[in-house]
T-cell receptor, first 116, second 108 residues
């Protein structure tokens, strides 16, 4: 149990376009989902925390108008990179947390975004 | 100084060797996680612990809360164990703070 999927796994888009990444918890309800970004050979960096039905909380330095996060249901959160630029190229990973006070997070397989 | 420090950064071992990866942290935590990231990028949660020791197959994780230190051990290492191992701690608001990772290469 506790499987998290991400779609797409890889995406290439042109500069100026927007791209949406989906994160789904397949067999549990995720009250909280997290979005991370990872540059090559670096550690994960938390971008934002989203709770179902409420606005996402963004980390300092992350532009909320550029990285739109929607957590519309207990099994789905989406990250939309708007007006993408080559510097947005990165590996984006989501994780999901069950309710009930557990600290365990379940990670998605990640999405590699390349902006040309 | 990072809140979560791992050592070594890189580790090469021969198949069958016993491996230890260390993690030290400087903040108060609710839990400590050991994660495994394969070259494709996907992350697997290996352990979550807040005290003592846990074992799963050839993997053992220990934590010493007083010393703010955790270790991940791999017994009888195998090439398929080659990956990046990441230590992360849960602090406030369930946020994870990550170490920089240990890149393990196990050779035949």
């Amino acid at each position: 149990g506790a499987v998290v999927s991400q779609h797409p796994s890889r995406v290439i888009c042109k500069s100026g376009t927007s791209v949406k990444i989906e994160c789904r918890s397949l067999d549990f309800q995720a009250t909280t989902m997290f979005w991370y970004r990872q540059f090559p050979k670096q550690s994960l960096m938390l971008m934002a925390t989203s709770n179902e039905g409420s606005k996402a909380t963004y980390e300092q330095g992350v532009e909320k108008d550029k990285f739109l996060i929607n957590h519309a249901s207990l099994t789905l959160s989406t990250l939309t990179v708007t007006s993408a630029h080559p510097e947005d190229s990165s590996f984006y990973i989501c994780s999901a947390k069950k309710g009930g006070g557990t600290y365990e997070q379940y990670f998605g397989p990640g999405t590699r975004l390349t902006v040309t | 100084k990072n809140e979560v420090e791992q050592s070594p950064q890189n580790l090469t071992a021969q198949e069958g060797e016993f491996i230890t990866i260390n993690c030290s942290y400087s903040v108060g935590i609710s839990a400590l996680h050991w994660l495994q990231q394969h070259p494709g990028g996907g992350i697997v949660s290996l352990f979550m612990l807040s005290s003592g020791k846990k074992k799963h197959g050839r993997l053992i994780a220990t934590i010493n809360i007083q010393e703010k230190h955790s270790s991940l051990h791999i017994t009888a290492s195998h090439p398929r164990d080659s990956a990046v191992y990441i230590c992360a701690v849960t602090g406030t608001a369930s946020k994870l703070t990550f170490g920089t990772g240990t890149r393990l290469q196990v050779t035949l």
